[in-house]
């Protein structure tokens, strides 16, 4: 089992920058891959951006390239979402997931745990 904790949303004005992060605890092997998946009302979840825990490769959402990175750290087991050039579509709930090896990075079904989500405004 695996359990995840984000923090660090907030409100922000367009341009702005925040901090996500998710501290995970529980089984090592069921978090290989872990992301930032994000949901406005209205509209499916979609990825953000995953790590992959053994070799810290990592993949970005086109709407995100440039602006906004993951990172981890193994000694903390927590990873983070650096999001920068905020823009007002960028407002969501932000979820961190975990799972394992195997799955596309961007697809829901690939991770099995969930944490409960930040709220991220911009306006």
């Known amino acids: 089992h695996v359990q995840l904790v984000e923090s660090g949303g907030g409100s922000v004005q367009p341009g702005g920058s925040l901090r996500l992060s998710c501290a995970a605890s529980?089984?090592?092997?069921?978090?290989?891959?872990m992301a930032w998946f994000r949901q406005a009302p209205g509209k499916e979840r979609e990825g953000v951006a995953a790590?992959?825990?053994?070799?810290?490769?990592?993949y970005y959402a086109d709407s995100v390239k440039g602006r906004f990175t993951i990172s981890r750290d193994n000694a903390e087991n927590t990873i983070y979402l650096l999001m920068n050039s905020l823009k007002p579509e960028d407002s969501a709930m932000y979820y961190c997931?975990?799972?394992?090896?195997?799955?596309?990075?961007?697809?829901?079904?690939?991770?099995?745990?969930w944490g409960q989500g930040t709220q991220v405004t911009v306006s």
């Open positions: 790590i992959y825990t053994a070799d810290s490769s990592t």
């Open positions: 529980g089984d090592t092997y069921s978090r290989a891959c």
């Open positions: 997931a975990a799972g394992r090896y195997g799955g596309a990075w961007h697809r829901v079904a690939t991770y099995k745990y």
